[in-house]
Nanobody, 121 residues
Framework: QVQLVESGGGFVQPGGSLRLSCVLS????????MGWYLQAPGKERELVAG???????SYLDSVKGRFTISRDNTKTTVDLQMNSLKPEDTAVYYC???????????????WGQGTQVTVSA
């Protein structure tokens, strides 16, 4: 199995910044896609930012220019730098990764436990 542990959430005022980090551990042969999702109260979970093994990124329109996703393949980590935070960014943020456990099996889909981000004056 693979474990994803997130850190870096918290409380911040509008306009502030936070950096979320996610560390993968366990039975990892190769990590393919990695991403961050958010889930606001009463809403569906949605993709905030994703990055593939080649470094190509994608972002939710509402965070473009404010958030930056990055990954370190040697340390199997994925970070989300969040700047110019707004109250509407308030949500639980989840780390997600598609991980190959060996060279034969298809990639498994793994999730972290989530970290709360609250943006408020």
């Amino acid at each position: 199995q693979v474990q994803l542990v997130e850190s870096g959430g918290g409380f911040v005022q509008p306009g502030g910044s936070l950096r979320l980090s996610c560390v993968l551990s366990g039975n990892i042969f190769r990590v393919n896609y990695m991403g961050w999702y958010l889930q606001a109260p009463g809403k569906e979970r949605e993709l905030v930012a994703g990055i593939n093994s080649g470094g190509m990124t994608s972002y939710l329109d509402s965070v473009k220019g404010r958030f930056t996703i990055s990954r370190d393949n040697t340390k199997t980590t994925v970070d989300l730098q969040m700047n110019s935070l707004k109250p509407e960014d308030t949500a639980v943020y989840y780390c997600n990764a598609a991980v190959y456990n060996d060279y034969r099996s298809p990639a498994g889909d793994y999730w972290g436990q989530g970290t709360q981000v609250t943006v408020s004056a």
